[in-house]
């Protein structure tokens, strides 16, 4: 059993082009969570996602970023005119839908904005 | 407002002694705890949860204990060993499981030979 896959593992965007970070959640899990890692802090969430649902994207930017799980294929966080602050690394991570379970994380997508 | 803090960036111990590590939380809602930890250019790999209906939790060397009077939970390894050299993050969520989880910042243990 795969564990959550993240591709890919290194970005490299100028300003102002679009990144697309994918997630492919362990088999089974249903539910996909996005967090991002600045330097010297711990993760922030962003969003969760349930198959072609938001279930909650309190934490993400209200512009310029976007996230989505299709009923098919992985779940996509997409950034729009990137800009320097937006570097940092992408962790993605998945549950079952049962309460009192763990999330497992993906090894992350570092995006580097130049 | 860091709802998730912990206040020690690093701690160092010998091989073979015990380590803990600390974690405190603001937020009383806060249900469920875990421990991550997390190598250089990794992704954050579970170690140990707890519900807030229970006070401790073991798993092999390492034990969650949970204070909610104190709003303070701690992570004992022990022994120690080279290999659990890591950052280690505690969470927290209030929605039961792993949803929208609050980290802190993260504590970097080294353990010597």
């Known amino acids: 059993n795969a564990g959550v896959m993240q591709n890919p593992r290194h970005l490299v965007r100028r300003r102002g082009q679009e990144a697309r970070l994918r997630c492919s959640p362990m088999?089974?899990?249903?539910?996909v969570y996005w967090y991002r890692q600045l330097p010297e802090e711990g993760l922030k969430f962003m969003v969760y996602l349930q198959k072609e649902n938001i279930i909650d994207e309190s934490g993400m930017p209200k512009e310029r970023f976007s996230a989505e799980f299709p009923k098919e294929g992985p779940s996509i966080l997409r950034i729009q005119q990137v800009v320097r602050g937006d570097s940092a690394a992408y962790f993605c991570?998945?549950?079952?839908?049962?309460?009192?379970?763990?999330?497992?994380f993906g090894q992350g997508t570092r995006l580097t904005v130049v | 407002d860091q709802q998730v803090k912990q206040n020690s960036p690093s701690l160092s111990v010998q091989e073979g002694r015990i380590s803990i590590l600390n974690c405190d939380y603001t937020n009383s809602m806060f249900d469920y705890f875990l421990w991550y930890k997390k190598y250089p250019a990794e992704g954050p790999t579970f170690l140990i949860s707890?519900?807030?209906?229970?006070d401790k939790n073991e798993d092999g060397r390492f034990t969650v204990f949970l204070n909610k009077s104190a709003k303070h939970l701690s992570l004992h390894i022990v022994p120690s060993q080279p290999g659990d050299s890591a950052v280690y993050f505690c969470a927290a969520s209030n929605q039961g499981g792993s949803e929208k989880l609050v980290f802190g910042k993260g504590t970097k243990l080294t353990v010597n030979p």
């Open positions: 088999k089974g899990h249903s539910h």
């Open positions: 991570a998945s549950s079952p839908p049962q309460a009192n379970t763990e999330a497992f």
């Open positions: 707890i519900s807030s209906i229970k």
